[in-house]
């Protein structure tokens, strides 16, 4: 089992970004997947997940209306929109499997449905 997060990058204030989460070695389809962010200093933040079946999202407060979280399972990857970038968006990014995703999922250090953990990609937003 694999989860590759990429994309990240030092953007301005104000930019964009697209996350991706690559899975391999497991059928995307019948997992969610669920996107999550660590700051400096900082603990685990839930960010946004996906569900298998129904495809149904969830989000932190702190980035709704400027996230966007979709899936291509025939590509076997998870994309994190992401909009308005803010300095307190700066953070590792990495995406986990779960079995589901609902609201706890993503409620502060969120994780709850998730069971694989994958590795990171640093965004940096300058001011």
């Known amino acids: 089992v694999q989860l590759q997060a990429s994309g990240g990058g030092l953007v301005q204030t104000g930019g964009s970004l697209r996350l991706s989460c690559a899975a391999s070695?497991?059928?995307?389809?019948?997992?969610?997947i669920g996107w999550f962010r660590q700051a400096p200093g900082k603990e685990r933040e839930g960010v946004s997940c996906i569900g298998d079946y129904d495809g149904r999202t969830y989000y932190a407060d702190s980035v709704k209306g400027r996230f966007t979280i979709s899936r291509d399972n025939a590509k076997n990857t998870v994309y994190l929109q992401i909009n308005g970038l803010k300095p307190e968006d700066t953070a590792v990014y990495y995406c986990?499997?779960?079995?589901?995703?609902?609201?706890?999922?993503?409620?502060?250090?969120?994780?709850?449905?998730?069971?694989?953990w994958g590795k990171g990609t640093q965004v940096t937003v300058s001011s």
């Open positions: 986990a499997r779960g079995w589901y995703c609902d609201v706890l999922s993503v409620a502060g250090a969120g994780g709850d449905g998730m069971d694989y």
């Open positions: 070695g497991f059928t995307l389809d019948y997992y969610s």
